[in-house]
């Protein structure tokens, strides 16, 4: 017996539907006569007749309806499979896997997932918190299908890469609740240069913290090390140093620190969305990439 022949068991189903081969073609859109050489011809890669006379109609053999018993869960699981593939290919249906970073997935991602849920209940995302640094890698290595990174990292001119700035995310400055300048007008960077700074010791943000600051002319003194917003915004609270923070993290901030931003220095770093080249046209993924866009436009506005 060789393999069963999907279209043959199709034209089966809709003879014993119709009752009557030329019902059958009817529906089909087949002559009477393929239809019978579609059926003949199963029956003899089946080893087993398929119809037998019932008065002025046909009717299916005890054999018949045993193989379509079998066929109907495969019909049923082709069909769900087309309407997948439909959806798929308008960017409704699918898995996409985002890696991003603590502050993306809480100002970009969760937002996005949110939206999609609504306009596009079939489409899957996948989470992967991962740091800044490592995103590209888990993109390289196919462990994710779009990262949220920042500009500083290398990739912008790998060509196994297609990058998009979705933000420029503002830099606010945190400071103590009782520090002189807390509440201070037009408030530079310039004058924070003097004072005891919290920031990472290694990564993107440590680089932004510096180019910032050195922007404005000076060098920061790290009297602290930390890269968590919870921590830093804590430290600062409790009067340890002054911090840069990114709006996507200040805007959840706790800690009791008062985040001032700095309209006259406009520091900001640049969110970007990566995605591995040849993959950028994928329905789901352009669907995730929309998303997230309007997620970065209403950061970006409000």
């Given at each position: 017996m060789g393999e069963w022949d999907l279209r043959r068991l199709r034209v089966l189903r809709a003879v014993d539907e119709c009752g009557t081969v030329t019902g059958a073609a009817e529906r089909l859109r087949l002559s009477p006569s393929a239809v019978s050489q579609q059926?003949?011809?199963?029956?003899?890669?089946?080893?087993?007749?398929?119809?037998?006379p019932y008065g002025r109609r046909v009717r299916l053999t005890p054999a018949a309806r045993l193989v379509l018993r079998h066929a109907e869960p495969v019909f049923g699981q082709l069909e769900r499979a087309e309407a997948e593939l439909a959806g798929y290919l308008h960017g409704e249906a699918g898995e996409v896997r985002v890696g991003a970073f603590a502050?993306?997935?809480?100002?970009?991602?969760?937002?996005?997932?949110?939206?999609?849920?609504?306009?596009?209940?079939?489409?899957?995302?996948?989470?992967?918190?991962?740091?800044?640094?490592?995103?590209?890698?888990?993109l390289a290595a196919g462990e994710v299908d779009l990262a949220l990174s920042?500009?500083?990292?290398?990739?912008?001119?790998?060509?196994?890469?297609?990058?998009?700035?979705?933000?420029?995310?503002?830099?606010?400055?945190?400071?103590?609740?009782?520090?002189?300048?807390a509440g201070a007008p037009g408030l530079r960077l310039a004058d924070l240069a003097a004072e005891p700074w919290i920031y990472g010791a290694a990564?993107?943000?440590?680089?932004?913290?510096?180019?910032?600051?050195?922007?404005?002319?000076?060098?920061?003194?790290?009297?602290?090390?930390?890269?968590?917003?919870?921590?830093?915004?804590?430290?600062?609270g409790a009067?340890?140093?002054?911090?840069?923070?990114?709006r996507l993290a200040s805007a959840r901030r706790g800690g009791g620190a008062v985040v001032r931003a700095l309209p006259a220095d406009l520091p900001t770093r640049r969110v970007v969305a990566a995605v591995r080249t040849g993959t950028e046209g994928t329905p789901p993924l352009r669907r995730v990439?929309?998303?997230?866009?309007?997620?970065?436009?209403?950061?970006?506005?409000?």
């Open positions: 059926v003949s011809a199963l029956a003899k890669q089946l080893g087993a007749p398929m119809l037998e502050s993306a997935v809480a100002g970009l991602l969760v937002p996005a997932i949110t939206r999609l849920r609504e306009s596009a209940p079939r489409l899957t995302v996948r989470v992967v918190e991962a740091e800044a640094a490592g995103a590209y890698g888990l920042l500009a500083v990292q290398p990739g912008g001119d790998d060509p196994r890469f297609v990058q998009s700035v979705l933000l420029s995310d503002p830099l606010d400055v945190a400071l103590p609740p009782g520090h002189p300048l990564g993107p943000w440590r680089e932004i913290t510096l180019a910032a600051c050195a922007d404005a002319g000076f060098v920061p003194e790290r009297a602290h090390t930390a890269a968590d917003w919870t921590a830093i915004l804590a430290m600062v009067g340890l140093g002054v911090a840069l923070v990114p990439l929309d998303a997230l866009a309007e997620a970065a436009a209403t950061v970006q506005s409000g």
